[in-house]
């Protein structure tokens, strides 16, 4: 009985083995430098035919690296966004850090503000977003002070995770 034991643990730690290296989700043979001339990128999201759309902060620009492998400025002066992420309309949802607000570029590159305030404060600077499933959406507040604010000091002492019911403009604090 011992030797059935052991040898159906050989064969389920082989057989594991195998599926682990038969089907790589992909392949990670090298890195590929699609350009050098970015100052800080960040806020990477796809959309819904799989171009990649991230920013670059500093130099005020939303990038789009397409399914074929082009690179392309999406949207020049892009309120020095930070995190990006597409809502299921394909709205590309932004922190836009130089306003501290956020907002919905359409299709057309149309931008909504969707939030500007918490309470009549600027909040700090939103960085990185997330919507759920209704469509509300989830950001992250930290204070990092840019040298293109007017503003010396935030607004709010906090640091914050804030949340926007869809179709709501107020804010609520899910985290401190």
Not at 71 to 79: F, P, Q, R
Not at 113 to 124: R, S
Request: charged share 25%.
């Amino acid at each position: 009985m011992k030797k059935y034991f052991l040898l159906s643990i050989l064969i389920s730690f082989s057989s594991f083995s195998f599926a682990q290296s038969a089907n790589p989700i992909f392949v990670q043979d090298s890195l590929k430098l699609i350009s050098s001339q970015f100052k800080f990128t960040e806020g990477a999201s796809v959309d819904q035919q799989g171009n990649i759309f991230f920013t670059d902060q500093p130099n005020d620009k939303i990038w789009k690296y397409d399914i074929d492998g082009k690179l392309s400025i999406y949207m020049d002066k892009s309120g020095r966004a930070n995190g990006t992420y597409f809502d299921k309309k394909g709205n590309l949802i932004v922190c836009a850090d130089e306003n501290n607000q956020i907002w919905s570029i359409d299709k057309n590159k149309k931008i909504t503000v969707l939030f500007n305030d918490f309470k009549g404060k600027k909040v700090n600077g939103p960085n990185d977003i997330w919507l759920d499933a209704e469509g509300g959406i989830y950001f992250t507040d930290p204070y990092y002070q840019r040298d293109y604010w007017k503003r010396k000091s935030p607004e709010i002492d906090k640091q914050r995770v804030y949340y926007i019911a869809k179709g709501k403009k107020q804010a609520v604090i899910v985290a401190e």
